[in-house]
């Protein structure tokens, strides 16, 4: 089975400090995501990559970062963070070939104070 | 953008009915669905898709329906057990845009014993 690992299961961070949120997957796959989670908006794209440092823009990429030096690792950052970024973040993986298939971490629930 | 919606935030059924969970979606051109089912803190797991060309899909108690004249999917959950209370997403692929997913807000589903 895929796994896709997310370092923290909660964070809880101060305002204006900065933030990494680590993802692992063990599938060798090209693909990889960051999606932020609030109740009643669903599933949100922040950024995206497609192979070893590519990266592309979702739909929400303001106040966010990403880095992917190694094909199995996806490191969302946030600079600086802010209250607003209080959410669950989600990391995907999926193989390529227009296969949708994402394969979930369990999530990190981020609280910015 | 477009964006897809559920009929029903929250279904509540007896263990042993059957499930249907509905999603409408507005993007005509749009060619491959999923749904997804998120069980408190978990991150969210693949169930079954279908794409644009097909009306039905099955799979093991589930079946997803897909009504593009309406523009409108479903699934379906046979035999609704304890097991499947969780969140459900839907989740649509504009055509052409490979690897973007826009998701749904999610319908609660309560199985009562």
């Known amino acids: 089975d895929v796994k896709v690992t997310q370092s923290s299961r909660y964070l809880v961070k101060r305002t204006g400090e900065k933030v990494f949120l680590e993802c692992v997957q063990d599938m060798d796959h090209e693909n990889m995501f960051w999606y932020r989670q609030d109740p009643g908006l669903g599933l949100r794209l922040i950024y995206f990559?497609?192979?070893?440092?590519?990266?592309e823009k979702g739909d929400i990429p303001e106040g966010y970062s990403v880095s992917r030096e190694k094909k199995e690792r996806f490191s969302l950052i946030l600079e600086s963070a802010s209250t607003n970024q209080t959410s669950m973040y989600l990391c995907a993986s999926s193989p390529p070939g227009g296969d949708e298939k994402l394969f979930f971490g369990s999530g990190t629930q981020l609280s910015v104070l | 953008g477009e964006s897809v919606g559920l009929h029903l935030p929250t279904l509540s059924v007896q263990e042993g009915d059957n499930s249907i969970i509905n999603c409408a979606y507005s993007n005509s051109a749009s060619d491959y669905f999923i749904w997804y089912k998120q069980e408190s803190g978990k991150g969210p797991q693949f169930i079954i898709d279908?794409?644009?060309?097909?009306d039905k899909r099955q799979g093991q108690r589930v079946t997803v329906l897909l009504n593009k004249t309406v523009k409108h999917l479903s699934l379906q959950i046979a035999a609704t057990q304890p097991g499947d209370s969780a969140v459900y997403f839907c989740a649509e692929r504009f055509s052409g845009a490979t690897n973007k997913l826009i998701f749904g807000t999610g319908t609660l589903l309560a199985v009562q014993p």
């Open positions: 990559s497609y192979d070893v440092k590519m990266k």
């Open positions: 279908i794409r644009s060309n097909m």
